[in-house]
């Protein structure tokens, strides 16, 4: 079977270029060209020869509507932003800058989380397990039941996950999102394909088995979250957390929320226990 071509796009314009170049002609941009295979469907997986498909139920406007308890973190300032709580089943994008406290900020979630009767499940793809331990002692969070585990392979973590010999959990952390890699594709982590896939598969996931996943990205230097902003419009809500990482207080704010308002701020401060 012929390989597929490799081909460069622009991930600020989707411009195509054949070869790798450090600008993009198109819109000016500098270091915007990411790889990707020709002839790729969505994410960068190979185009199947399409099926025939199967009837799907359709139902009137009017009917029951079920509403699930959001999850209550106990953090009454990230609650807020995030509408009230964590919806079951969504997926949330944590975005800021390197170092600016967002992994502190979700240790201290998925410990909250955990200490009120819930399975937390927190992948690391950037950091060693001895270092985030390091981090939930400085926290004082070492004795919640989080479970935690360092992978970056796709694969592998939808398979833990999926594990039916545990109950399935209520909250997925995923530190970070741009560290993930799917063995479907031949690019490398962090390109505009790995990072659309990934967010794919795991929204897909959190869909099907009714488990909320926060993915944790990491901002540029114009501010935006790096890799592929249909990134953005994939998941159900997106929250910036900002500051400058010489100063005490930090800023959470909603961007984009399906579940709730985006006119809302949450305010921390950094201490030597994290955040408050």
């Known amino acids: 079977m012929a390989k597929n071509k490799t081909v460069y796009i622009c991930r600020s314009c989707r411009a195509t270029y054949g070869k790798w170049e450090g600008r993009c002609d198109n819109c000016a941009e500098w ?13 960068g ?4 020869s399409a099926s025939k ?13 079920v509403e699930e308890p959001r999850y209550k973190t106990g953090i009454n300032e990230f609650d807020r932003v995030a509408g009230g709580g964590i ?5 949330i994008l944590v975005g ?25 499940v927190y992948i690391s793809g950037e950091e060693a397990i001895a270092q985030v331990r390091l981090r939930a002692e400085r926290l004082k969070v070492e004795m919640s039941q989080v479970e935690l585990g360092a992978e970056t392979n796709l694969s592998n973590i939808i398979a833990t996950l999926d594990d039916t010999s545990k109950p399935k959990p209520a909250l997925v952390i995923i530190d970070s999102i741009q560290t993930m890699w799917s063995d479907n594709l031949d690019s490398a982590p962090g390109t505009v394909s790995q990072v659309r896939t990934s967010c794919q598969t795991l929204i897909r996931y959190a869909k099907a088995h009714n488990v909320a996943v926060i993915l944790v990205g990491h ?31 930090r800023i959470l704010r909603g961007v984009k929320n399906r579940f709730g308002a985006t006119d809302e701020i949450g ?4 201490t030597g226990l994290g955040l408050s």
């Open 96 to 120: 800021g800058d390197p170092g600016i406290g967002k992994s502190t900020l979700l240790l201290q979630v998925a410990a909250k989380l955990s200490d009120s009767g819930n399975r937390v």
């Open 219 to 249: 901002v540029t230097k114009d501010g935006q979250i790096a890799g592929p902003r249909v990134v953005e419009h994939m998941v159900d809500a997106v929250l910036y957390f900002e500051g400058e990482r010489g100063h005490q207080y």
């Open 45 to 48: 997986t190979p185009v199947k």
């Open 87 to 91: 919806v079951p089943g969504s997926a």
């Open 53 to 65: 498909g199967r009837l799907i139920k359709l139902v009137p406007l009017k009917g029951d509507i």
């Open 31 to 43: 270091n915007t060209l990411e790889e990707q295979s020709e002839g790729s469907g969505i994410g």
């Open 267 to 270: 305010v921390f401060e950094m």
